[in-house]
């Protein structure tokens, strides 16, 4: 059963579809999004993990809600940061 959820998980990740992005749309942020929502819930985990060893199972899922909300924060953030760089270099501004 962990099998298929790791490579549901792994392949949701989207660094392929942003790093290929041309032209600057919304999207890009989209995809930042979910893909650093998705580091950040396992990330949750694992920190969790460190600071609390003997977590019960809500515990650890509160750890991962907490993982992929930081993430997903941080992805809209990079997101839209990359969004108008790119909408920049796209108009000839720097």
Request: avoid cysteine.
């Amino acid at each position: 059963m962990g099998a298929p959820i790791g490579v549901t998980w792994a392949g949701s990740i989207g660094f392929g579809s942003i790093l290929n992005q041309k032209i600057a749309t919304k999207l890009l942020v989209v995809y930042w999004t979910i893909t650093l929502a998705l580091v950040g819930a396992f990330l949750g985990l694992f920190i969790g993990a460190g600071l609390q060893s003997d977590d019960s199972a809500f515990v650890e899922v509160i750890h991962g809600i907490v993982g992929l909300i930081a993430g997903a924060m941080l992805g809209t953030l990079v997101g839209t940061k990359q969004l108008g760089r790119m909408r920049r270099q796209s108009h000839g501004g720097r």
